[in-house]
């Protein structure tokens, strides 16, 4: 009967799936995001090096602020300027998509965005500055423009260079040659097309793109997913799709991204600048407290009870399998092995403990129980504990991961318990069978 | 030389039955090569391979690297789950034969 179901839904999910998955706006989207990551992991490692809890009783706060600040362009010239990252990848990333000429993709793209980017500055009650570039409109105040441009830009100039309104060169002139003129017109297309743009947009609207984008799309969608219920929703959605054997993550990630990542700009640049952290759900949030304990659905917990408290052989050998990857939050093993998959004894404690454990940690955070994450990029192969202290720059962000792992624990024993009892019983008949045969 | 291509998300998961299936193929003698790779560079790689496996978890692939995978006359199937979750370099070393066939 349950497994009748299971089947259904599952066939139903599948298409969802790969249709979220293979979507070229989402792939570039995830692709461009995966281009700026190594550069934001080395900005992190700036700022944890230079926030690090015992350089205060180490330095005098001079030299503590010279080091600071000598260290502090890491940050500032990669997750700072994180959309312009972002732009070109997206350009690029769908320009490949299209078999055209990517690399040109990607510097129309930024150029759009530039296009669009006031390059002066208003001082508090002073006058404007000019030629200079405001750095929050390169980092999280212009992620949502920048995404828009950057798809907007590729679309245009990929649609131009496909209707072949090109410059036909004659032959002997060199390929290289000849493919600048070629990607002439379509740049200059689409690039005058953004410049009209802003011209009516600063000239008879008296604002810009930036901030129309900013107020009307970005902040609204940043603001509520910056909230828990629609955290938890995304959670529960990412268990649901693991239950049925799909990779949540890849799914609903590839739509949560865009906010969870300005999240994180925000937390860092103010982290940097106050030392404060103004949100609590964050890029950091999520991978760290949901997923790095072992991985989806914070599995080392399920290990550790089955080792020390589970007796059937299939489930130690399951655990024992498991170990060496859920360290490193790689937990295909206990999905597949235990199986999680499919596996209707299993589906409450799935779903139920990461929710509850997402809720608490946010509670404690909220309470200052606990630091927020400062949304330094952590690799999400870091083992639990070490991602934890390294997130929230605190020995309270390990601690809270103590208090998770006791948690998923008691609430998946019960369920682990009633199947250990299956399992031994089953065991115990094959080994009588195979007593009566030898 | 058999060569077989696994591939998932990033090439994580996948690498764990990567090491299996080589212990298992060295054990009945066989001469192979078995790699793992993310999603993204499946397409290219799967041109050196006779054989594409996909980890369960991302078998909404299968569609897509199949059409690819045609330009090559090879075939793409996704990886058994409970061989996939207890690791069974066996089983998934032999689907993989099944499935080359007579290359």
Same mark, same amino acid.
């Given at each position: 009967?349950?497994?009748?179901?299971?089947?259904?839904?599952?066939?139903?999910?599948?298409?969802?799936?790969?249709?979220?998955?293979?979507?070229?706006?989402?792939?570039?989207?995830?692709?461009?995001?995966?281009?700026?990551?190594?550069?934001?992991?080395?900005?992190?490692?700036?700022?944890?090096?230079?926030?690090?809890p015992?350089?205060?009783?180490?330095?005098?706060?001079?030299?503590?602020?010279?080091?600071?600040?000598?260290?502090?362009?890491?940050?500032?010239?990669?997750?700072?300027?994180?959309?312009?990252?972002?732009?070109?990848?997206?350009?690029?990333?769908?320009?490949?998509?299209?078999?055209?000429?990517?690399?040109?993709?990607?510097?129309?793209?930024?150029?759009?965005?530039?296009?669009?980017?006031?390059?002066?500055?208003?001082?508090?009650?002073?006058?404007?500055?000019?030629?200079?570039?405001?750095?929050?409109?390169?980092?999280?105040?212009?992620?949502?423009?920048?995404?828009?441009?950057?798809?907007?830009?590729?679309?245009?100039?990929?649609?131009?260079?496909?209707?072949?309104?090109?410059?036909?060169?004659?032959?002997?002139?060199?390929?290289?040659?000849?493919?600048?003129?070629?990607?002439?017109?379509?740049?200059?297309?689409?690039?005058?097309?953004?410049?009209?743009?802003?011209?009516?947009?600063?000239?008879?609207?008296?604002?810009?793109?930036?901030?129309?984008?900013?107020?009307?799309?970005?902040?609204?969608?940043?603001?509520?997913?910056s909230?828990i219920?629609?955290?938890?929703?995304?959670?529960?959605?990412?268990?649901?799709?693991?239950?049925?054997?799909?990779?949540?993550?890849?799914?609903?990630?590839?739509?949560?991204?865009?906010?969870?990542?300005?999240?994180?700009?925000?937390n860092?640049?103010t982290y940097?600048?106050t030392g404060e952290v103004p949100h609590i759900i964050s890029?950091?949030f999520?991978?760290?407290y949901?997923?790095?304990?072992?991985?989806?659905?914070?599995?080392?917990?399920?290990?550790?009870?089955?080792?020390?408290?589970?007796?059937?052989?299939?489930?130690?050998?399951?655990?024992?399998?498991?170990?060496?990857?859920?360290?490193?939050?790689?937990?295909?093993?206990?999905?597949?092995?235990?199986?999680?998959?499919?596996?209707?004894?299993?589906?409450?404690?799935?779903?139920?403990?990461?929710?509850?454990?997402?809720l608490v940690t946010y509670l404690a955070m909220s309470m200052g129980l606990v630091p927020p994450p400062t949304s330094?990029?952590?690799?999400?192969?870091?083992?639990?504990?070490?991602?934890g202290i390294?997130a929230t720059n605190s020995i309270a962000g390990g601690l809270m991961q103590?208090v998770?792992?006791?948690?998923?624990?008691?609430?998946?024993?019960?369920?682990?318990?009633?199947?250990?009892?299956?399992?031994?019983?089953?065991?115990?008949?094959?080994?009588?069978?195979?007593?009566?045969?030898? | 030389?058999?060569?077989?291509?696994?591939?998932?998300?990033?090439?994580?998961?996948?690498?764990?039955?990567?090491?299996?299936?080589?212990?298992?193929?060295?054990?009945?003698?066989?001469?192979?090569?078995?790699?793992?790779?993310? !999603?993204? @560079? *499946?397409? +290219?790689?799967?041109? %050196?391979? $006779? &054989?594409?496996?996909?980890?369960?978890?991302?078998?909404?692939?299968?569609?897509?690297? !199949?059409? @690819? *995978?045609? +330009?090559?006359?090879? %075939?793409? $199937? &996704?990886?058994?789950?409970?061989?996939?979750?207890?690791?069974?370099?066996?089983?998934?070393?032999?689907? *993989?034969?099944?499935?080359?066939?007579?290359?």
């Amino acid at each position: 009967m349950e497994t009748k179901v299971f089947d259904k839904l599952s066939k139903f999910l599948l298409p969802i799936a790969s249709k979220l998955n293979n979507n070229r706006y989402l792939k570039a989207l995830r692709d461009a995001f995966l281009l700026a990551l190594p550069l934001t992991i080395f900005g992190s490692i700036a700022v944890v090096l230079t926030n690090l809890p015992f350089l205060e009783k180490m330095m005098s706060t001079d030299h503590l602020d010279t080091f600071r600040s000598a260290f502090g362009i890491a940050s500032q010239a990669t997750m700072g300027i994180m959309s312009v990252f972002v732009v070109f990848g997206i350009g690029y990333y769908l320009s490949k998509h299209y078999k055209v000429e990517a690399i040109f993709g990607g510097a129309i793209a930024l150029t759009s965005f530039f296009l669009l980017t006031p390059f002066f500055l208003t001082p508090e009650g002073g006058d404007p500055i000019q030629n200079v570039i405001p750095i929050d409109r390169l980092g999280a105040k212009g992620m949502f423009l920048g995404m828009m441009v950057g798809f907007l830009s590729t679309e245009m100039y990929r649609s131009i260079v496909q209707k072949n309104i090109t410059i036909k060169m004659p032959a002997g002139v060199p390929p290289t040659v000849a493919r600048s003129f070629s990607a002439l017109i379509p740049v200059i297309i689409t690039l005058s097309v953004f410049l009209g743009v802003n011209i009516v947009v600063t000239q008879v609207f008296q604002t810009n793109m930036h901030d129309v984008i900013y107020n009307v799309v970005q902040a609204p969608l940043v603001g509520l997913g910056s909230g828990i219920v629609p955290t938890l929703i995304a959670i529960f959605l990412i268990q649901i799709l693991w239950f049925f054997g799909l990779h949540g993550q890849i799914i609903i990630n590839s739509v949560m991204d865009p906010i969870w990542n300005t999240l994180s700009i925000e937390n860092l640049n103010t982290y940097t600048e106050t030392g404060e952290v103004p949100h609590i759900i964050s890029k950091q949030f999520i991978e760290v407290y949901t997923v790095g304990m072992g991985g989806t659905g914070m599995t080392l917990a399920v290990i550790a009870a089955i080792i020390l408290f589970m007796k059937s052989k299939q489930m130690k050998q399951v655990a024992k399998l498991g170990l060496g990857p859920g360290i490193f939050n790689v937990n295909e093993p206990i999905i597949f092995g235990l199986p999680v998959v499919m596996n209707p004894l299993i589906l409450v404690p799935w779903i139920i403990a990461p929710m509850i454990v997402t809720l608490v940690t946010y509670l404690a955070m909220s309470m200052g129980l606990v630091p927020p994450p400062t949304s330094v990029a952590i690799p999400w192969t870091v083992p639990v504990i070490v991602n934890g202290i390294l997130a929230t720059n605190s020995i309270a962000g390990g601690l809270m991961q103590l208090v998770n792992f006791l948690i998923v624990l008691i609430i998946w024993f019960p369920f682990l318990k009633l199947i250990d009892r299956m399992n031994l019983e089953k065991e115990q008949q094959k080994d009588k069978e195979n007593q009566k045969v030898s | 030389m058999k060569k077989i291509l696994l591939a998932c998300s990033s090439g994580m998961s996948t690498s764990l039955l990567v090491t299996k299936m080589l212990e298992y193929a060295k054990s009945v003698g066989d001469e192979v090569e078995i790699w793992a790779v993310g !999603q993204d @560079e *499946a397409k +290219k790689e799967m041109e %050196k391979a $006779d &054989v594409v496996l996909i980890g369960p978890q991302m078998r909404f692939l299968q569609e897509e690297l !199949q059409t @690819e *995978a045609q +330009k090559y006359d090879i %075939k793409v $199937d &996704v990886i058994d789950m409970a061989a996939y979750g207890m690791a069974d370099g066996k089983k998934a070393y032999d689907q *993989a034969l099944r499935l080359m066939g007579n290359r």
